[in-house]
């Protein structure tokens, strides 16, 4: 059955370090949206992307975060450096034409020590 | 932006129905959804309303809009424990981004 994977589940790394997290959509999705929760701040959107160009990143903090569709069965999200503020779940979420109906990975737990 | 607000916690006797609510600000929403997370899970899409309705049921679930005073509700009749999560609305204008709210916790009480 369909679902959005992402990889890893858990990260756990030191501060300064280099994270990648990736996702792989539903094929034939052609929206995908990265967000991040945590319990003080809920679900904030970091970026979307349609049609693997970047649509808006107005939400990601642009010194560190980088987010990337090498083609269309792969998103990249990336911190460097790592801080221990980057702490939170991070998913990954797709769509076919926007947001009507997403779904949603499981996410990857962050933990920066 | 848009601000969703939602109250953070509800608790619900098993059995009795769950009325969880929101409001929101941007008067321009078309489409209005509800989310559920359950424990180390994602969020999975249950309902939506679009602005020109006041009510869709589906089920166990009534999802009702009062776009005059901005404020929608999900009714869960029956409530079971499998229904144990974080509620989420997320009011949209058009296809493009989602503005989700706090979050409700739904505990279940035996």
């Known amino acids: 059955d369909a679902r959005v994977t992402q990889t890893p589940r858990h990260k756990v790394t030191e501060m300064g370090q280099e994270v990648t997290m990736r996702c792989q959509p539903i094929?034939?999705?052609?929206?995908v949206f990265w967000y991040r929760q945590t319990m003080m701040q809920g679900l904030e959107l970091l970026a979307y992307?349609?049609?693997?160009?970047?649509?808006?990143d107005s939400g990601m903090p642009k010194d560190r975060f980088s987010a990337e569709m090498p083609d269309a069965t792969l998103a990249t999200l990336k911190i460097q450096p790592s801080e221990p503020r980057d702490s939170a779940v991070y998913f990954c979420a797709s769509g076919l034409d926007g947001v009507r109906e997403l779904f949603f990975g499981s996410g990857t737990q962050l933990s920066v020590l | 932006g848009e601000d969703v607000e939602q109250s953070l916690f509800l608790s619900v006797r098993e059995g009795d129905s769950s009325v969880i609510n929101c409001t929101y600000t941007?008067?321009?929403?078309?489409?209005l959804y509800w989310y559920k997370q359950e424990p180390g899970a994602g969020l999975q899409l249950l309902t939506y309303?679009?602005?020109?309705?006041d009510m869709k049921q589906d089920q166990r679930l009534t999802v009702l809009l009062n776009k005059k005073d901005k404020h929608l509700s999900l009714r869960i009749a029956d409530t079971q424990t499998g229904d144990s999560a974080i509620y989420f609305c997320a009011p949209t204008f058009g296809n493009e981004k989602l503005t989700f709210g706090t979050g409700t916790r739904l505990t279940i009480i035996p």
């Open positions: 941007d008067s321009s929403s078309t489409y």
């Open positions: 992307f349609r049609n693997r160009a970047p649509l808006d």
């Open positions: 094929l034939g999705h052609n929206t």
């Open positions: 309303i679009f602005s020109n309705m």
